[in-house]
């Protein structure tokens, strides 16, 4: 069974400032990961998805974040956020084999931006 | 761009009542998944359907059930409604093995 931890509940930043929001998984195969963004009283957005190819995926809004294999990792990074950044993130993993395959998330890590 | 619809948006029931939520996934898209999510918590798998057959089943209790129809809307229905039922209900679609995109949820309260 798949599993995701974020590592920190809450992360509080500076406006303009770097960000990095930490996503580790476990899994006994090979996993699709994602990371959601959810506005206060909003539904889930995705903002970058990682299927295989290139370790760096680039998503919506600046978001990037990096597949580490070998440390079951996909953090997420923005290099300056904004105030409307602020929301609740959650990384994602579903399993790589055809057919629906339901989402396991992570806690979720909510990002406050300080001006 | 069409997105998943959620009706309704918003639903107060009475404890145990009976709810019905529906959901519209974007056209073309074959498979459709329910999410619970309840306060301060991450979405959690309740069920899902490919074709319109139930495709996965997670943490869905007995007095719920769903279906997808002939047109892929889904249907989720809740019966003997608890106070712990109260959350966010989401529907999310997807063309598999893609990523799935969520509608904007309906807020269930029970009271």
């Known amino acids: 069974a798949q599993s995701v931890t974020q590592l920190d509940s809450q992360v509080p930043v500076f406006e303009e400032a770097p960000v990095e929001l930490r996503c580790n998984y476990s899994s006994s195969v090979s996993v699709y990961l994602f990371w959601y963004v959810q506005y206060p009283n909003q539904g889930l957005q995705l903002l970058l998805k990682?299927?295989?190819?290139?370790?760096l995926v680039k998503g919506i809004n600046g978001f990037e974040a990096e597949f580490n294999k070998s440390q079951t990792s996909f953090h997420l990074r923005k290099p300056s956020v904004h105030i409307s950044d602020t929301a609740e993130y959650f990384c994602a993993v579903s399993r790589s084999i055809q057919g629906a395959q339901k989402l396991v998330f992570g806690q979720g890590t909510r990002l406050t931006i300080n001006p | 761009a069409a997105g998943v619809i959620q009706s309704p948006r918003h639903l107060i029931k009475e404890k145990r009542e009976t709810a019905t939520l529906k959901c519209y996934p974007i056209p073309r898209h074959d498979t459709v998944y329910w999410y619970q999510q309840g306060p301060g918590q991450d979405p959690q798998f309740l069920i899902s359907f490919y074709e319109k057959m139930q495709s996965d089943k997670g943490s869905i209790p007995d007095r719920f059930s769903a279906q997808q129809f002939s047109d892929y809307h889904s249907e989720l229905n809740m019966s003997s409604l608890e106070l712990g039922d109260s959350a966010l209900y989401f529907c999310a679609s997807s063309l598999v093995p893609t990523e799935a995109f969520f509608g904007q949820g309906t807020r269930l309260t029970v009271v």
């Open positions: 990682y299927l295989s190819g290139s370790t």
